[in-house]
């Protein structure tokens, strides 16, 4: 998933966090575009065509469409082709600090608006997804936080008493909790490293950070970041650096973080209230907005 990944595990035998790590790895290899024979690199082959997966993956893909009706598309897994445009065709570790523009295909911005997910036929019988033709689908903005979900319950279900996953800052908690608050989490700032935004405590529960901070390169001399405006096509536009929500579940709380930033700072507010979901952003310019819900929960 292009991310560390950290785990807590309380009681249990320690067999847990391998048990963590496997399937962590297993995940991986069915939902990294990057990967020939993953899941998603298999289904984007072959748009078009019913393609069986793993019942991981299936459950990532309806979570997905999910959370693409849940946004009014303002999350959309339907921006793989954008992405390719802008450069990011492999995984971020092996993009050049400045790679070429395309010599062939469209440039970054000129796919248009992403064609979302209203086509997409999912087969719960079979455990088959069929995407349609020209239509290639990206995880990314979805797999950490359900990964966490997934890692978080099977921990739980296998005799932990506590458990919290942390994939590249997206963090899911649950059980019995180390600290007397619950399970403290550090909202981190985007561009002041060990510099905290704000502490939150959750008993059960996850917080998902979006930002176009972290994942930058230039592509023609152009700059680029991997936050992909599903209405347009191109690049969110400038007016948010991060935006943080804490949900019951990791996959809700990072459909709506990027549902968030992609609304900016005048419909951020709107989007996590109509969802009831809480959050934190930062707007370009360093000032914090604490959107809904979120003052509560600060420790």
């Avoid at 297993?26 to 082959?45: G, I, K, Q, T, Y």
């Avoid at 990314?140 to 359900?146: E, F, P």
């Avoid at 709380?253 to 009831?276: H, I, N, Q, R, W």
């Amino acid at each position: 998933m292009g991310s560390d990944a950290h785990v807590l595990v309380l009681g249990g035998p320690r067999a847990l966090l391998e048990r963590a790590q496997r399937q962590l790895e297993l995940l991986e290899a069915c939902w990294s575009r990057f990967l020939p024979d993953s899941d998603v690199a298999l289904l984007n082959a072959a748009a078009g065509t019913p393609v069986a997966v793993t019942p991981e993956t299936f459950l990532a893909i309806r979570l997905a469409v999910e959370g693409w009706r849940a946004t009014a598309g303002r999350f959309d897994p339907t921006v793989q082709r954008a992405l390719v445009a802008a450069g990011y065709d492999r995984t971020f570790a092996a993009i050049l600090p400045d790679v070429p523009a395309p010599e062939h295909g469209p440039a970054a911005g000129d796919e248009g608006p992403a064609p979302g997910t209203g086509a997409v036929f999912l087969d719960p019988d079979r455990c088959e997804v069929t995407l349609p033709a020209e239509v290639g689908i990206d995880l990314g903005g979805i797999g950490k936080g359900l990964g966490a979900d997934l890692v978080v319950a099977d921990l739980l279900a296998a005799g932990a008493h506590g458990a919290c996953v942390n994939l590249g800052g997206d963090v899911r908690v649950a059980g019995e909790a180390p600290d007397p608050h619950g399970w403290v989490v550090a909202i981190e700032h985007p561009s002041r490293a060990g510099e905290e935004l704000a502490r939150v405590a959750l008993a059960d529960g996850a917080v998902a950070t979006t930002t176009s901070l972290a994942r930058r390169w230039r592509q023609g001399g152009a700059e680029r970041h991997h936050l992909i405006d599903p209405a347009t096509g191109a690049q969110v536009r400038p007016g948010l650096a991060q935006v943080s929500v804490i949900a019951g579940a990791g996959w809700t709380a990072e459909v709506f973080a990027k549902a968030a930033f992609v609304a900016g700072p005048d419909g951020c507010t709107g989007v996590l209230s109509a969802a009831g979901v809480a959050g934190l952003a930062l707007d370009d310019e360093g000032n914090p907005l604490v959107l809904p819900g979120m003052e509560e929960l600060l420790v």
